[in-house]
């Protein structure tokens, strides 16, 4: 289960994450934390599952496989779960500064 989200059209990559696994995941990401004001994410899963939460549930707004992906929204308070072989990196956006 998957909600659609998407990156506005006008923004950009500018920083990416290393491929993260069980092992190499920093605690922060599986506590709560956000994006800054103007920053979307794009998690994408290599292998495994990911299962994305915001602060407060207790069921995952999503479950992203791999090959997938999922759009993280600015100022969004969530945490992440994953599964035993998961593999995934985040890519940073904003808009280009006029």
């Given amino acids: 289960m998957i909600e659609q989200r998407f990156l506005p059209d006008d923004v950009e990559p500018y920083g990416k994450t290393p ?7 920093p605690d922060k990401i599986l506590n709560h934390h956000d ?3 103007g920053t979307w994410g794009l998690l994408t ?3 495994g599952t990911v299962s ?3 602060q407060g549930a207790e069921a995952p707004l999503a ?3 791999a090959g997938e992906t ?3 929204l600015p100022e969004e308070v969530h945490h992440v779960r994953l599964s035993e072989d998961a593999e995934f990196f ?3 956006y904003k808009r280009p500064k006029k």
């Avoid at 491929?19 to 995941?25: D, K, Q, R």
């Fill in 45 to 47: 899963v290599e292998a």
């Fill in 35 to 37: 994006l800054q004001a």
């Fill in 70 to 72: 999922f759009v993280i």
């Fill in 19 to 25: 491929l993260f696994t069980n092992e190499t995941v």
């Fill in 63 to 65: 479950v992203i496989p």
């Fill in 90 to 92: 985040v890519t940073f």
């Fill in 52 to 54: 994305f939460f915001r």
